[in-house]
């Protein structure tokens, strides 16, 4: 019998937006929620998916997210998520959540991440550069626990009014 050589370790979640039953939903949360008059969110069409809108800065208002519905991802055996983009130029940010709290909400561990327009590109954001917030404001922990990532989110909050769009071909952690 021949030697079957060692298959390699497929990365711990991959999110690719064709469609399949598996894949988390994807909603958005903007600034509204504070009072402010940013429009963004999701829309997946073949095998892509879209987050776009406008930023706006009125009303203390300057951030759209989007995120997937609360599931249950354990990334402790990776290091980074790489994602395929395709940006306007902007800065967005990687978000991810875990069961972590503060004041009893929920903490964001966030990392920007560059754009070029027109382009797609990979990006590679190690989990290591994530920091902790809570409603936009930095904190100094808890520190993330991979094991326990409920939410994977993006955000755009880099100060510029103005439309947005961004398109992601597919997110893996490695």
Known sequence: MAAVAAEEKPPALVLEFAGAAAEPEWSAVNDGVMGGLSQGGPRIHDGVLYFSGRLSLENN??????RTRPGNYDLS????MILRVKGDGRTYQLRISTDARHRGSRISYGADFPTKAGEWTEVTVPFETLVPSHHGRQLAGPPLDLSKVEE???????G?????ALAVEWMKAQ
């Open 61 to 66: 208002g300057g951030f759209s997210s989007v």
């Open 152 to 158: 994977i989110g993006l955000l755009l909050g880099d």
């Open 160 to 164: 510029r009014a103005g439309d947005f």
């Open 77 to 80: 055996a990776t290091k980074a």
